[in-house]
C-alpha cells in the first residue's frame, strides 16, 4: 500500500496542477461583477496539489511497507471474472438484450466461475430475470435494448 | 397549521395503500440489508434510488427511509448470531450479543436489541418533527455566505471522521467536488472539464456514480475475501425472545441513555449511526455499576447501542430535511435522490413541500411499529436469509446495478460510468479513500459553488465576508479547525489506527 500512496499522491499532485492550469487557461476567473467559472475549480486544483503534496510526505516517511492491496490467487479470479463478466454484459447488451444477457451473465457467474450446481445456477439466473423484467420492464417500463430475441 | 393537522395530514398520506406497500418494502429489504454482511444502508439506498422513479417522491422517500430504519434493525441479527457486523452501526453489538448468544441467550439479544430500536427509533421521530421546523425557521434567514459555511462544515466533518487517513478523506472530498465542475456552468454557460465528449455536458450523473462506489464497488472488494459465517443455533419463540424483568430492569436506563445521545449525535453533520453507537457502549460502560460484564454478555451493551443507532439515523435526517446537509453517508445518497426528484431540500421544504416532509414523519413511526413485529416475531425468516451464498448474493447485486445504471436515462453510457466507478470504488476502498466523502461532495459541489460565488459578488472584501457575519463566522471557523485537527495529527503520527469507517452508516 505504500508504493500505491506515493504513486497515488505523484498522480494526484499532477491531476491538482492540471486542473488548476485548464481552469485558469480556458475559464474565466473574475469576471465583471464576482468570481468567474474558473474560481472554484482553480482553487479545488489547488487545495489537491496541496492534500497530494501532504499524502506524498507521509507516504515517503512511512517505513513500514503495508499490507499488499492487490488482489492474488483465487480473490484476482474472483476481482477479474465479476469485472470482465460485468463489462462483457453492457458490452452486448444492444445484441443480447436484457432478458438473455441477465441469463447469460448469471450462468457464467454462478456455474463457471463460482461452481455451483446446473440447476442452482439456472433458477438463479430464471428467478432474477424474470423479476428482473417484471420491475423495470412491466413495472417502470424502461426500455431496455431488446437483442436478438426481441425482448 | 399546527403540529397536529400537519400530523394528521402526514398519517393521511402514509396510510394511502401504497406508501403502506412501500414502507412495507422498505422495512423488509432494509432489515434484510442491514443482517447481510457486505451490503449496508449506503448500498441499499443506492441500488434501490432507481426504483423510486416509478413513484411520487413522496413513496419514494418513504421507501428509503423505512430501508434505512429496517437496516438498523437488521444488522443486530449478524452481530449477535454470526459476531459479524451485518454493517457498520452493528460493530459494537458484537461485543456483547455475541456473548449473549454463546450463552444461549440469543432471543433476549435479539428482543432487548428490537424493542430498544424501536422505542429509540420512535423518540427519535418525535425529536425529528419538533425540531425540524425550528431549525428550517432558523436557516431561512440564511445568506449566501452562511450557506457557504455550512457546506464547507457538513463536507469538513464528514469527511474528517471518515476512515484513518484523514489526508485521503479530504483528497476523495476534493476529488468528488472536482466531479462536480464537469458540465455546464449554470451561471456563466461554459462547459468545463467535458474533453469534448457531448455526454459530459450534463455532468458526472450523481445515480451511476453512487451505484458504482456503493454497490458494484463493494461487491468487487469483497469477491477477494471469503466470508465464513457460522450461525449460531437458537431458539426465536416470542417467549424466547421476549426480555425478562431483570433484562428489562438492567436495560431501559441505557436504552433512554443511547436514544438521547444517539439523536444528538445523530443531528451533528458528520457523525452518523456508527459514531452514535460506539459512543453509547462507552457511556455505558462507564456509568455500569458492574463494568467488568462488559463484553461477557452484558445485555445494556446491546440495548445501549442498538438503541443509539436508531435515535442516530432519525437524527441524521433533520439537517438533510431542513439545511440540505446530509449527517452520514446514507443521508448523502439520499439527498441526490431528492435532487434528481426535483426536490429542494433546505429551509424552504417544509413549507413548500409539506405532504413530503409530514408525509414522511408519520410513515417514519408506521415503519417502527412494522420493523418491531418483523423482529420480534419474524427472526427465524432472516436468519434463513443469511444462508444465502454470498456468490449469489454478489451476482443479484451486479446485475441489479447494471439495470438500476441504465434505468434512470436509458443510456449505456451511465452503465460505463458505474462500470468505471465501481472500479475506482474498489481501488478507494482497498487503499482507505473515502467513497462517502467524494459522494457527498459530489451532491453539494455545485450549490457550494454558487453559494460561494453569489457570496463574494457581494461581499466587498473578498473572503473575508464569510468572517464578518456571526452565524457564517462560527461555522466556517468550525470548519477550519476540523480540517486542522485530523492534518495535524495525521502529519505527527505517520501511523495510523485501524477503525472501521464511520461514515459507511
Redesign the interface.
Same mark, same amino acid.
Given at each position: 500500500m505504500r508504493r500505491a500512496d506515493r504513486v497515488g499522491a505523484v498522480l494526484l499532485l499532477l491531476f491538482g496542477v492540471w486542473f488548476a492550469a485548464v481552469a485558469l487557461r480556458y475559464y474565466t476567473y473574475w469576471g465583471a461583477t464576482g468570481p468567474g467559472s474558473g474560481f472554484f475549480p482553480f482553487w479545488l486544483g489547488v487545495a489537491m496539489t496541496v492534500l497530494a503534496a501532504f499524502l506524498l510526505v507521509q507516504a515517503a516517511r512511512e517505513p513500514d511497507p503495508g499490507p499488499a492491496w492487490i488482489p492474488r490467487g483465487r480473490g484476482a479470479v474472483r476481482f477479474l471474472g465479476v469485472l470482465g463478466a460485468s463489462v462483457a454484459f453492457v458490452a452486448l447488451m444492444p445484441w443480447l438484450g436484457m432478458v438473455l444477457g441477465t441469463v447469460l451473465f448469471l450462468i457464467v457467474i454462478l456455474r463457471v466461475l463460482e461452481r455451483h450446481s446446473w440447476p442452482t445456477a439456472l433458477g438463479v439466473a430464471a428467478g432474477t430475470a424474470a423479476v428482473n423484467w417484471a420491475v423495470f420492464t412491466w413495472w417502470l417500463r424502461v426500455p431496455f435494448p431488446a437483442g436478438v430475441l426481441g425482448f | 397549521m399546527d403540529l397536529f393537522a400537519n400530523l394528521a395530514l402526514g398519517f393521511s398520506i402514509a396510510f394511502t395503500p401504497f406508501n403502506l406497500l412501500m414502507a412495507g418494502a422498505g422495512v423488509i429489504l432494509g432489515t434484510l440489508i442491514g443482517a447481510l454482511p457486505g451490503i449496508g444502508p449506503v448500498s441499499g439506498v443506492a441500488l434501490l434510488l432507481? !426504483?423510486t422513479?416509478?413513484m411520487s417522491p413522496t413513496s419514494g422517500i418513504i421507501m428509503l427511509a423505512a430501508l434505512y430504519a429496517g437496516s438498523m434493525y437488521g444488522g443486530t441479527i449478524t452481530s449477535v448470531l454470526i459476531n459479524t457486523p451485518g454493517e457498520s452501526a452493528s460493530v459494537v453489538t458484537c461485543l456483547d450479543g455475541y456473548q449473549m448468544a454463546l450463552r444461549g441467550r440469543a432471543g433476549p439479544a435479539l428482543g432487548i436489541a428490537a424493542i430498544g430500536s424501536f422505542i429509540a427509533g420512535t423518540v427519535g421521530v418525535v425529536l425529528l418533527m419538533g425540531m425540524s421546523p425550528l431549525l428550517a425557521r432558523w436557516a431561512l434567514s440564511f445568506g449566501p455566505p452562511e450557506t457557504f459555511a455550512l457546506m464547507l462544515l457538513g463536507l469538513t466533518t464528514v469527511t474528517g471522521l471518515t476512515g484513518e487517513?484523514a489526508?485521503?478523506g479530504? &483528497?476523495s472530498m #476534493?476529488?468528488g !467536488? @472536482?466531479l462536480s @465542475?464537469v458540465g455546464f =456552468?449554470l $451561471?456563466?454557460g =461554459?462547459a468545463?472539464?467535458t474533453g469534448g465528449i457531448n455526454e459530459m455536458l450534463d455532468g458526472v450523473d450523481f445515480l451511476p456514480v453512487a451505484i458504482g462506489l456503493f454497490g !458494484?464497488g463493494e #461487491?468487487?472488494a469483497g %469477491? =477477494?475475501?471469503?466470508l465464513r459465517m457460522e450461525i449460531l443455533n437458537a431458539r426465536y419463540g416470542l417467549r424466547d425472545v421476549l426480555p425478562s424483568a431483570a433484562d428489562w430492569a438492567r436495560s431501559r436506563w441505557a436504552i433512554v441513555r443511547g436514544t438521547v445521545l444517539g439523536f444528538v449525535v445523530g443531528v451533528l453533520p458528520g457523525a452518523g449511526p456508527t459514531i452514535a453507537s460506539f459512543l453509547a457502549y462507552t457511556v455505558e460502560k462507564k456509568v455500569s455499576r458492574h463494568p467488568e460484564e462488559f463484553g461477557r454478555g452484558a445485555i445494556e451493551g446491546v440495548a445501549a447501542p442498538e438503541s443509539a443507532n436508531n435515535a442516530a439515523s432519525a437524527g441524521a435526517m433533520v439537517p438533510m430535511l431542513t439545511l440540505g446537509i446530509p449527517g452520514s453517508a446514507t443521508t448523502a445518497v439520499m439527498l441526490g435522490g431528492l435532487m434528481m426528484w426535483g426536490i429542494r431540500p433546505g429551509p424552504l421544504l417544509f413549507e413548500k413541500n409539506p405532504d413530503f416532509v409530514w408525509g414522511l414523519i408519520a410513515s417514519l413511526y408506521i415503519a417502527n411499529v412494522m420493523l418491531l413485529v418483523l423482529n420480534v416475531g419474524f427472526i427465524p425468516v432472516f436468519v434463513r436469509a443469511l444462508r444465502v451464498?454470498y456468490? &449469489?448474493l @454478489?451476482? /443479484?447485486i451486479? #446485475?441489479?446495478c &447494471?439495470?438500476g445504471a441504465?434505468?434512470q436515462n436509458?443510456k /449505456?453510457w451511465d452503465?460505463?460510468q458505474m462500470?468505471v466507478f465501481?472500479?475506482i470504488g474498489?481501488g478507494m476502498k482497498?487503499? =482507505?479513500y473515502s467513497p462517502a466523502a467524494l459522494t457527498l461532495a459530489l451532491v453539494l459541489g455545485p450549490l457550494a459553488?454558487r453559494a460561494?460565488?453569489q457570496a463574494? $459578488?457581494i461581499s466587498d472584501s473578498g473572503v473575508l465576508i464569510l468572517f464578518q457575519r456571526p452565524i457564517s463566522a462560527v461555522l466556517t471557523v468550525l470548519a477550519l479547525a476540523a480540517v486542522a485537527t485530523p492534518?495535524a495529527r %495525521?502529519?505527527l503520527a505517520?501511523?495510523g489506527r485501524r477503525s472501521p469507517d464511520p461514515a459507511n452508516a
Open positions: - | 432507481p !426504483l422513479f416509478g487517513n489526508v485521503k479530504y &483528497i #476534493v476529488l !467536488l @472536482m @465542475m =456552468d $451561471i456563466s =461554459d468545463r472539464y !458494484l #461487491v468487487l %469477491a =477477494d475475501q471469503a451464498p456468490s &449469489i @454478489m451476482a /443479484l451486479v #446485475v441489479f &447494471i439495470t441504465y434505468s436509458n /449505456l452503465v460505463g462500470l465501481g472500479v474498489y482497498k487503499l =482507505d459553488e460561494l460565488r463574494l $459578488i492534518v %495525521a502529519l505517520s501511523r
